[in-house]
Each structure stands twice: as C-alpha cells, then as structure tokens.
C-alpha cells in the first residue's frame, strides 16, 4: 500500500506515520537522500558525457541552490 505524505514533516512526524522510531525515519531519509544524490550523479554523467571532475565542479556551482523535497518524491 503506497501512504502519502505532505512535505515539510519532520522526521517524528515521519516515523509516526510508518510506525517506526525517529532513528529508522531520518536513517530512511538520509538513504533516500544518498539514493537520489547517487542517481542525479549517474544520469549526469552519462546523458551529459561529464567526466567525474566535471561532474563535481557543477556540483559545486549548484550545491545549496537545488532543494529537492523527499516528500514531494514519495507522493508519487
């Protein structure tokens, strides 16, 4: 059964609605955030022809200037 969330819930908020301690909660989302990072990096690099150093130089320019929600993710 997929239950969707609202962005901007905290992690209590998080772990209540799944039943699962604050810990488990922000350990799902920091691996969600990692996941996501992880998938951004391959996509650029092979859809943009980057090479790592590339990669990591954009990352940089943009770092801070893109808030990607896991919320919004999960209401999909």
Do not use: N
């Amino acid at each position: 059964m997929t239950r969707k969330l609202h962005p901007g819930l905290s992690i209590d908020v998080l772990g209540a609605h799944y039943q699962v301690g604050r810990a488990t909660a922000a350990r799902w989302l920091a691996g969600a955030r990692e996941a996501l990072r992880e998938f951004t990096r391959a996509e650029l690099v092979a859809k943009l022809g980057l090479t790592e150093s590339q990669y990591a130089s954009l990352a940089r320019l943009i770092q801070g200037r893109l808030d990607v929600s896991v919320a919004s993710l999960l209401r999909e």
